[in-house]
């Protein structure tokens, strides 16, 4: 500290040795005091630049080649392992896992404040003192170093770290379930792109089939052996058919979009992916619902907002602590000074902050409350439909097979008949029209069987184990 008052002597009648010790002194603490100064000396961004340094971010973060250098997913392990490699791989699964690190380093944050605390200070600069016989300027180092230990403040620690290790485990919590969802993801962009390519395959070859069919109906026609209006009922029929190549090829490229972006390599020919769970095991899992990564993240919310509440409450009370210190003078010849005691604080007036924090957090805490309770009620309705849809295509699929052997026996059966007139082309064509769609309703509904396992699997927090992802704390 320096404080400086003018001298009612003049510089003149001091000898020039002391002017000359007083003006270096002075001169050491204006260096000082501008050598402080120039740690805060640069302007702070406005919003314009801000806004600007925001642009140039997203420019350069959002290069074309920025995939490039990620590794493309082996598929060859299979489809459970490839699985969780794109998941580890994906960005914003990584960058929950870094938030969940720092959610668990700020419980050490907040169970710091429980352990002793030790502090030190320094001043450097010059003292002078003026209004005596003679003006007294002194130089030098003063310091001072204190030993505190709560002892008591009201339940506040206790809540911080309470609060912090509750946004430790919501973290994770929302880590495991953004593990559990993007799994959901790739392993949809996988099954569509399957089901897709699988579907126009069908389509191309039972298209083909017809085609030739039609061929030789049209030789038919020409020689009179069949109705051309039947002809042409036929035609338009088929060309119903294939008017879904549009669509289904659509769809595939919207799946390979996706595959793409989890797997980051092409489609390519992919087989139809494993079952990675039975019927049995999903309705057994169906039952823990209440464990999912969602409820147990609204779960550890809900204690968020209660160690809130507490923090709050604990302002009303007093605080001690045990203190030591020691404090060295500037002068030599002073004493050094030390202190031991307890002691108290307590706020009897603050404005009406603590009132208003405390009102604020049992808001926080009813709202809380209300989430879990709805978050609850809606997957419990989720999986419930889900399961009723589950139950529905496996009642389905056994029909869908059946009506498969049926269409291709009745095709068969017309396409021998219709050269002796014991059927016409109309029925001939109906029959391979169902075949097909028959088929295409068999792959369908097996991608969707699928796609409903891994559903509820994601939705009960079981699809990240299944796969062998991570679900414990971060190390």
Same mark, same amino acid.
């Given at each position: 500290?320096?404080?400086?008052?003018?001298?009612?002597?003049?510089?003149?009648?001091?000898?020039?040795?002391?002017?000359?010790?007083?003006?270096?002194?002075?001169?050491?603490?204006?260096?000082?005091?501008?050598?402080?100064?120039?740690?805060?000396?640069?302007?702070?961004?406005?919003?314009?630049?801000?806004?600007?340094?925001?642009?140039?971010?997203?420019?350069?973060?959002?290069?074309?080649?920025?995939?490039?250098?990620?590794?493309?997913?082996?598929? %060859?392990? #299979?489809?459970?392992? *490839? &699985?969780?490699? $794109?998941?580890?791989?994906? @960005? +914003?699964?990584?960058?929950?896992?870094? !938030?969940?690190?720092?959610?668990?380093?700020?419980?050490?944050?907040?169970?710091?404040?429980?352990?002793?605390?030790?502090?030190?200070?320094?001043?450097?600069?010059?003292?002078?003192?003026?209004?005596?016989?003679?003006?007294?300027?002194?130089?030098?180092?003063?310091?001072?170093?204190?030993?505190?230990?709560?002892?008591?403040?009201?339940?506040?620690?206790?809540?911080?770290?309470?609060?912090?290790?509750?946004?430790?485990?919501?973290?994770?919590?929302?880590?495991? %379930?953004? #593990?559990?969802?993007? *799994? &959901?993801?790739? $392993?949809?962009?996988?099954? @569509? +792109?399957?089901?897709?390519?699988?579907? !126009?395959?069908?389509?191309?070859?039972?298209?083909?089939?017809?085609?030739?069919?039609?061929?030789?109906?049209?030789?038919?026609?020409?020689?009179?052996?069949?109705?051309?209006?039947?002809?042409?009922?036929?035609?338009?029929?088929?060309?119903?058919?294939?008017?879904?190549?549009?669509?289904?090829?659509?769809?595939?490229?919207?799946?390979?979009?996706?595959?793409?972006?989890?797997?980051?390599?092409?489609?390519?020919?992919?087989?139809?992916?494993?079952?990675?769970?039975?019927?049995?095991?999903?309705?057994?899992?169906?039952?823990?619902?209440?464990?999912?990564?969602?409820?147990?993240?609204?779960?550890?919310?809900?204690?968020?907002?209660?160690?809130?509440?507490?923090?709050?409450?604990?302002?009303?009370?007093?605080?001690?602590?045990?203190?030591?210190?020691?404090?060295?003078?500037?002068?030599?010849?002073?004493?050094?000074?030390?202190?031991?005691?307890?002691?108290?604080?307590?706020?009897?007036?603050?404005?009406?902050?603590?009132?208003?924090?405390?009102?604020?957090?049992?808001?926080?805490?009813?709202?809380?409350?209300?989430?879990?309770?709805?978050?609850?009620?809606?997957?419990?309705?989720?999986?419930?439909?889900?399961?009723?849809?589950?139950?529905?295509?496996?009642?389905?699929?056994?029909?869908?097979?059946?009506?498969?052997?049926?269409?291709?026996?009745?095709?068969?059966?017309?396409?021998?008949?219709?050269?002796?007139?014991?059927?016409?082309?109309?029925?001939?064509?109906?029959?391979?029209?169902?075949?097909?769609?028959?088929?295409?309703?068999?792959?369908?509904?097996?991608?969707?069987?699928?796609?409903?396992?891994?559903?509820?699997?994601?939705?009960?927090?079981?699809?990240?184990?299944?796969?062998?992802?991570?679900?414990?704390?971060?190390?």
């Amino acid at each position: 500290m320096t404080r400086y008052q003018p001298s009612a002597k003049k510089d003149h009648a001091l000898p020039s040795a002391r002017k000359g010790q007083i003006l270096a002194r002075q001169g050491l603490g204006i260096s000082i005091l501008a050598f402080l100064l120039t740690g805060c000396g640069e302007r702070p961004a406005d919003l314009s630049d801000m806004a600007q340094e925001v642009s140039d971010t997203l420019t350069e973060t959002t290069m074309p080649d920025a995939e490039a250098n990620i590794a493309p997913v082996d598929i %060859a392990m #299979g489809f459970g392992p *490839a &699985l969780k490699s $794109a998941v580890e791989a994906n @960005d +914003a699964y990584r960058a929950l896992l870094a !938030l969940e690190t720092a959610a668990v380093e700020r419980i050490g944050v907040a169970s710091s404040v429980r352990h002793p605390q030790i502090t030190a200070n320094a001043n450097v600069g010059a003292l002078r003192e003026t209004g005596g016989i003679a003006d007294d300027t002194t130089t030098g180092i003063a310091g001072g170093l204190t030993i505190s230990q709560l002892v008591y403040d009201g339940g506040t620690s206790r809540a911080e770290v309470n609060g912090a290790t509750a946004e430790a485990l919501a973290a994770r919590a929302e880590r495991v %379930a953004q #593990g559990n969802a993007l *799994a &959901l993801e790739a $392993a949809r962009a996988w099954i @569509d +792109a399957w089901q897709f390519d699988a579907r !126009l395959r069908l389509l191309h070859s039972r298209t083909d089939e017809m085609n030739r069919l039609m061929a030789q109906i049209e030789r038919m026609a020409s020689n009179g052996m069949i109705d051309r209006g039947a002809l042409e009922s036929a035609r338009r029929q088929i060309i119903d058919i294939a008017l879904e190549q549009t669509r289904l090829e659509a769809d595939l490229n919207e799946a390979r979009v996706r595959y793409a972006r989890f797997f980051n390599r092409p489609v390519g020919q992919l087989a139809r992916p494993a079952d990675l769970v039975s019927s049995t095991e999903v309705r057994k899992a169906a039952k823990d619902w209440q464990q999912s990564p969602q409820l147990q993240r609204a779960a550890a919310e809900l204690l968020v907002s209660q160690a809130a509440l507490a923090k709050a409450t604990s302002a009303f009370r007093p605080s001690a602590r045990l203190q030591a210190g020691v404090t060295s003078p500037m002068e030599q010849e002073e004493s050094t000074d030390l202190s031991v005691g307890l002691v108290l604080e307590y706020t009897f007036s603050d404005g009406g902050r603590r009132r208003s924090e405390l009102d604020s957090a049992q808001a926080r805490h009813a709202a809380a409350e209300a989430q879990l309770s709805d978050a609850q009620r809606a997957l419990n309705a989720e999986i419930e439909a889900s399961l009723d849809q589950l139950d529905a295509i496996e009642k389905s699929m056994p029909l869908v097979a059946r009506q498969i052997t049926l269409s291709a026996s009745e095709a068969k059966t017309a396409r021998s008949q219709i050269a002796t007139g014991q059927a016409n082309l109309r029925q001939l064509v109906e029959a391979e029209i169902e075949n097909y769609r028959a088929r295409d309703r068999h792959i369908a509904l097996q991608a969707e069987r699928q796609i409903l396992l891994m559903t509820i699997e994601s939705r009960t927090g079981r699809l990240a184990q299944r796969i062998g992802l991570s679900i414990g704390p971060v190390r």
